[in-house]
């Protein structure tokens, strides 16, 4: 099992340019996240979903954007990247539980 | 508003010794408290937790304490190794809402042989 996987693990866009992080799970879990985590602070949660087709915007949702059309995917789309977009992006998964299992991350710098 | 915080962003321990990581909160909800340690380059890994309803789990040379009136957990390592190098990540979770963790802005424990 890869458990979560997260693409691209590094990538560069310029300011306006949008771009689409990817997760993917295989362990069937109902519950995903999006996380950033910019440097020297703790993660902040973005998006959640509890389930395909459901959806939730977390602490820092502006400037993103999420679908959950299968239980294995749950893409963030940025429309217009700006400098204060320059993050580490984390996916993570759970069952409901008081457990989340993350992916190794997405470096994103907007320049 | 930082509902959980992580005071000392570094600590230095030698090998064998304890180490103690410290974490506040201000929110008397929260379900569960748990410990992520992060390498780097890597997403963070899930430690140990607790539940609000404790004020003491113990998984192995992992401890964590739990101090409800003064909203204070803990985290203890006993012995340390230099493989517990890392960032450790204190969390909070409210079971409603989507289960969302908290996180405070973490501690970087080094392990000195």
């Known amino acids: 099992n890869a458990g979560v996987t997260q693409t691209p693990k590094f990538r560069i866009l310029k300011i306006g340019q949008s771009m689409t992080l990817q997760c993917t799970q295989d362990?069937?879990?109902?519950?995903m996240y999006w996380y950033r985590q910019d440097p020297g602070m703790g993660l902040k949660l973005i998006y959640y979903?509890?389930?395909?087709?459901?959806?939730d915007k977390g602490e820092v949702p502006n400037g993103y954007n999420v679908s959950r059309s299968t239980t294995e995917d749950f893409p963030l789309r940025l429309e217009l990247a700006a400098p204060s977009q320059t993050s580490v992006y984390f996916c993570?998964?759970?069952?409901?539980?008081?457990?989340?299992?993350f992916g190794p991350g997405t470096r994103l710098t907007v320049l | 508003d930082q509902q959980v915080k992580q005071n000392s962003p570094s600590l230095s321990v030698q090998e064998g010794r304890i180490s103690i990581l410290n974490c506040d909160y201000t929110?008397?909800?929260?379900?569960?408290f748990l410990w992520y340690k992060k390498y780097p380059a890597e997403g963070p890994t899930f430690l140990i937790s607790?539940?609000?309803?404790?004020d003491k789990n113990e998984d192995g040379r992992f401890t964590v304490f739990l101090n409800k009136s003064a909203k204070h957990l803990s985290l203890h390592i006993v012995p340390s190794q230099p493989g517990d190098s890392a960032v450790y990540f204190c969390?909070?979770?409210?079971?409603?809402?989507?289960?969302?963790?908290?996180f405070g802005g973490g501690t970087r424990l080094m392990v000195k042989p």
């Open positions: 993570a998964t759970s069952t409901g539980g008081n457990t989340q299992y």
């Open positions: 362990m069937n879990h109902n519950y």
């Open positions: 979903s509890v389930g395909a087709g459901i959806t």
């Open positions: 929110n008397s909800m929260f379900d569960y």
């Open positions: 607790i539940s609000s309803i404790k």
């Open positions: 969390a909070a979770l409210s079971l409603n809402a989507g289960n969302m963790l908290t």
